[in-house]
């Protein structure tokens, strides 16, 4: 079988939008970065996380330092949950 190298996808722009329009746009990058993981074979939790955060850019790497427990370098899963929280809009309780 062939090697299939496949172009990296694009950074995800977060300061295009804001609330309900932001969360949708991350959402559908998301569900495209998952597609480019089986694209390009990566099954390894550590390195999806890494390319995760490399391929997001330099702007959601210093947003994933904010929130507390981000879990450790195998935690893809947590990584994804924690930056989809933090572009979740605010709740308005009143």
Do not use: C
Not at 11 to 29: I, N, Q
Not at 36 to 64: H, M
């Amino acid at each position: 079988m062939a090697h299939l190298q496949l172009q990296p996808m694009p950074s995800f722009d977060s300061d295009t939008d804001l609330g309900a329009r932001l969360v949708s746009r991350w959402k559908t990058w998301l569900n495209d970065f998952d597609t480019f993981l089986v694209a390009s074979g990566i099954t390894n939790k550590k390195q999806q996380r890494a390319v995760l955060l490399y391929l997001d850019g330099p702007r959601i790497r210093e947003i994933f330092k904010q929130p507390p427990d981000t879990g450790n370098a195998d935690a893809f899963n947590t990584a994804k949950m924690k930056l989809t929280e933090y572009f979740e809009p605010q709740k308005n309780f009143r």
